[in-house]
């Protein structure tokens, strides 16, 4: 049997959907972006440090919601490429600031009309309207008091640990 033409097993979990919908929405921004040179994880990071720099690894990691590990490892090829710099904290030496460098910026600029083709092509797909309410629900199931609902204190005593 085509694998393409064998159903989709349905599975009840929450988490499951939302990742396989997760992965797929990636490889399709991953290949609108490739001739830029950056995944779709590096943009994002990159349009995040420009909004907010300088910022430091914890403050950028809650941005992002990912774990401080996992963005170092994802900064490393922004660093060695010259698109981000990190630097010590004058105020607090255990802390580094991450900065987007003028190459950075001019990188994350040249993926504009890129990533804008990607916008346009998932609204093409899921709807205008849609789109939008996915976003508004996507910012409701990052949101701390959605996290309260598995484990109330949860946020607060991981972030007391930092």
């Not at 929405?25 to 300088?54: C, F, N, V």
């Not at 590990?69 to 105020?91: N, Q």
């Not at 607090?92 to 991450?98: K, Q």
């Not at 609204?123 to 199931?141: D, H, I, N, V, W």
Request: with cysteine; charged share 25%.
């Amino acid at each position: 049997m085509n694998e393409s033409a064998r159903p989709a097993a349905e599975s009840r979990c929450h988490c499951t959907a939302l990742r396989k919908a997760s992965r797929r929405i990636s490889q399709l921004y991953d290949a609108a972006l490739a001739p830029s040179g950056l995944k779709t994880t590096q943009r994002a990071i990159l349009a995040e440090i420009a909004r907010s720099q300088p910022t430091t690894m914890g403050v950028l990691a809650e941005a992002l919601v990912m774990d401080a590990g996992g963005l170092a490892h994802t900064l490393k090829p922004l660093v060695r490429d010259g698109l981000v710099k990190l630097s010590v904290d004058p105020e607090d030496r255990r802390n580094r600031l991450i900065q987007v460098t003028s190459a950075g910026r001019s990188k994350l600029k040249a993926t504009d009309a890129l990533w804008e083709t990607a916008q346009r092509n998932f609204e093409k797909g899921f709807g205008l309207a849609e789109s939008r309410a996915l976003r508004e629900a996507m910012r409701l199931l990052t949101s701390d008091g959605f996290a309260e609902n598995f484990a109330p204190g949860l946020l607060q005593r991981a972030r007391a640990r930092r």
